[in-house]
């Protein structure tokens, strides 16, 4: 066992956490799934990362490196648990965060009565100072150290222990927000305080605001989970020896990893953690198959994530939501659907049927598991058809058919369906919900769904997948190996990647060259520290430049990207050229030809990227068809109830085919095959899933 170095991947989920141990030297790679534990998240990823040891047979002596994907920021904010939270802003502007945007859910057609939801602050609990910055950052008026005193005071005495700075133009100039801060840490000491300019450097007041103080919202909770498992992390890793720091990457919205101890200075880039290396995840393995074209499906026990990857690169956005809260950082481009495993069956007001949001999550769970659970849920309705079996991770949860049979009973009858019709209807909405989210990343998007492959994983990801083939038109559907622990096996694939941004706003013609050199210049020392701190050598840091570009008058952007080299002419036309194709690509039209409108840069940004040794995708060799995988048959409502055959998909090979009516049975997922469906296995082991007949390929 000496010399054996472990990476571990892990994803804490609402109902399951995921792990994946790879062992750096022969490939190897060990998955287990394990219940989550809602009151001590740490405690099911530290039970998770024991049992993959024990499958590796190696001590935690071994490990080299931990990533985690966490829920813990998405929580609190989707729960809206932001209580006993201060503002400090530039005098004049107390009602910023009340005057905020005028969008409006689902345009004005279908929100007579919409007001605006509640502030994340109340309005009593902000205070200004005085002070003012211009656009370009010099000072208008100097900052008012009695006012700031004065603030921070308050908040110490009505006991308000988060507060978040935004000043006016602090983006182009930190000056007050700094001495804001000495004054916070010499008046209020034991207060968490997060200023813009640190937070995020980019003008449009409102969503920095948002942003800033979603980030001191989420940093103590974040502080306290971090320290915490990283620190009993330290007693699993030791082996028999002392405790010992095993580098603990936290998984970033943006597509990367953070170290434990950045993370705790830069909480809001880990809002939408987990869904984010589920799309890394995919991205690789269908890169490897040769799919470039992929829409992912990410099905949990609380929620279903959906995204775009286009050649191996997931759609990123800095217009994303968590709740009712906007973030304005670089994030993987995810909707969230509340159509998981654990998703509550239920009859509206108006007599019909519904599912979801609410889930029953880990803890009751869905009735079937018989642990607490008094609604019936998606889980229940695929168990009662016959569609998964009566146990899950390998027999070691058994489930109660009965139970589930009941609840779904009681549903029906105030209904007034049959069971079977109750239950195939709970499954048609899941998959409505679960194709509308797929629309919102494709069609929204200006992207034609009917050109793209889903990729589907997570323990109920791929339970509709046949279904969603034909509300979509998708190619197919692509189904990895272990697919309900490729979101763990995504964060052995993700590089430390840091984002830097700072607002210039000129139009093309007047660029100032050198001064948008120094700019970036300066991105990429701030881009270059950070690596450094994570303990990489100057020869693996890389750096991407891209900017925020758009027609003059317009008032939002696109991101292109900015080649290496000199910032010149050339250059500048080489980028403008960039932004006419991409904004073609995006709305259907460009003005490249109409030399009246002038293009305008917005945002400069650095990306700083430190790479990381990716897993090897094995192939699998050649079957001889399907039969020995064949375990025997169970009755299965698809159409009608019909005999479906049981197979073990560990035990098919590249080449093999299974015909639907079918069940595809593993320790992390299942796969049910829909008549007039078919399952071939691709040479990396993934199930290709399509009608029958438009197979290529297949080995029967």
Not at 194 to 223: F, H
Not at 410 to 430: D, F, K, N, P, T
Not at 541 to 553: C, E, I, N, S
Request: charged letters at 20%; proline letters at 5%; aromatic letters at 6%.
């Amino acid at each position: 066992m000496s010399g054996r170095t472990i990476r571990i991947g892990g994803d804490t989920g609402g109902t399951f956490t995921d792990v994946v141990a790879l062992d750096e030297e022969s490939g190897q790679l060990a998955t287990t799934k394990t219940p989550s534990t809602p009151a001590d998240p740490a405690q099911g990823f530290l039970v998770g990362v024991a049992k993959v040891l024990h499958l590796l047979g190696v001590g935690g002596e071994a490990v080299s490196a931990i990533s985690h994907g966490t829920t813990v920021a998405t929580n609190k904010l989707l729960e809206g648990k932001v209580a006993n939270l201060g503002f400090i802003t530039t005098e004049g502007y107390r009602h910023i965060l009340e005057i905020a945007r005028q969008s409006v859910p689902d345009g004005y057609g279908n929100s007579y009565f919409w007001v605006k939801p509640a502030r994340i602050v109340p309005a009593d609990r902000v205070r200004t100072v005085r002070g003012r910055l211009a656009a370009d950052g010099s000072v208008v008026r100097p900052f008012d150290e009695q006012d700031a005193i004065a603030a921070a005071r308050f908040f110490r005495e009505a006991h308000i222990a988060t507060v978040g700075v935004c000043f006016l133009h602090s983006y182009a100039n930190p000056e007050h927000e700094l001495a804001m801060r000495e004054v916070l840490r010499r008046e209020h000491p034991t207060a968490t305080v997060s200023i813009s300019s640190e937070v995020l450097r980019e003008y449009r007041e409102y969503e920095r605001s948002i942003t800033t103080l979603v980030d001191a919202a989420v940093k103590p909770d974040i502080s306290r989970y971090v320290e915490n498992i990283a620190r009993r992390l330290s007693e699993v890793t030791a082996g028999d020896g002392a405790a010992r720091q095993v580098p603990f990457y936290v998984m970033k919205s943006n597509g990367g990893v953070l170290s434990a101890a950045e993370v705790v200075r830069q909480p809001i880039t880990t809002v939408l953690s987990g869904p984010a290396a589920g799309a890394l995840g995919a991205a690789l393995v269908a890169g490897k198959a040769g799919v470039a074209k992929v829409l992912t499906c990410d099905g949990g026990g609380t929620s279903t994530d959906v995204a775009v990857v286009v050649d191996g690169r997931p759609g990123l956005t800095t217009e994303g939501q968590v709740g009712g809260y906007p973030s304005k950082v670089p994030m993987i481009d995810v909707v969230t659907v509340g159509a998981g495993g654990g998703s509550i069956a239920w009859v509206s007001a108006q007599g019909t049927l519904k599912v979801g949001p609410q889930s029953a999550g880990a803890d009751p769970g869905p009735m079937c598991y018989g642990t607490g659970g008094v609604e019936p849920t998606i889980t229940d309705a695929h168990l009662v058809l016959g569609r998964i079996p009566a146990h899950l991770l390998g027999g070691e949860i058994a489930l109660d058919a009965e139970r589930a049979r009941a609840g779904l009973s009681g549903l029906a009858a105030r209904l007034g369906m049959g069971l079977q019709e109750c239950a195939r209807g709970v499954l048609e909405i899941s998959a409505w919900n679960q194709a509308n989210a797929l629309r919102q990343v494709s069609v929204k998007r200006g992207l034609d769904v009917r050109d793209f492959t889903l990729v589907t994983f997570g323990g109920s990801g791929s339970l509709l997948a046949c279904r969603l083939i034909d509300l979509l038109g998708l190619q197919g559907v692509l189904v990895p190996p272990n697919p309900g622990n490729l979101s763990a096996f995504g964060l052995l694939t993700v590089d430390v990647r840091n984002d830097y941004v700072r607002t210039y706003v000129t139009r093309a013609e007047g660029l100032d060259h050198q001064r948008v050199q120094g700019l970036f210049d300066q991105l990429q020392s701030e881009a270059d520290a950070a690596l450094a701190r994570e303990g990489f050598a100057p020869a693996r840091r890389v750096f991407a430049r891209t900017a925020d570009l758009r027609y003059f008058g317009q008032g939002f952007e696109v991101r292109v990207d900015v080649p290496d080299g000199p910032v010149d002419a050339a250059l500048v036309e080489r980028v403008g050229k960039a932004f006419h194709g991409e904004h073609r690509l995006l709305y259907g039209y460009d003005f490249a030809a109409d030399p009246r409108q002038q293009v305008e840069w917005v945002n400069l940004r650095v990306t700083g990227i430190g790479p990381i040794r990716r897993p090897h995708v094995p192939e699998t060799p050649a079957g001889t068809g399907a039969a020995p995988a064949r375990t025997g048959t169970r009755r299965a409502f698809f159409d009608g109830w019909v005999e479906a055959g049981l197979y073990d998909r560990s035990r098919l090979r590249a080449g093999d085919v299974v015909h639907g009516p079918a069940v595809l049975e593993e320790f992390g997922s299942t796969v049910p095959v829909h008549p007039g469906f078919s399952a071939r296995v691709d040479r990396f082991a993934n199930l290709r899933l399509a009608r029958a007949g438009e197979q290529s390929g297949a080995h029967r």
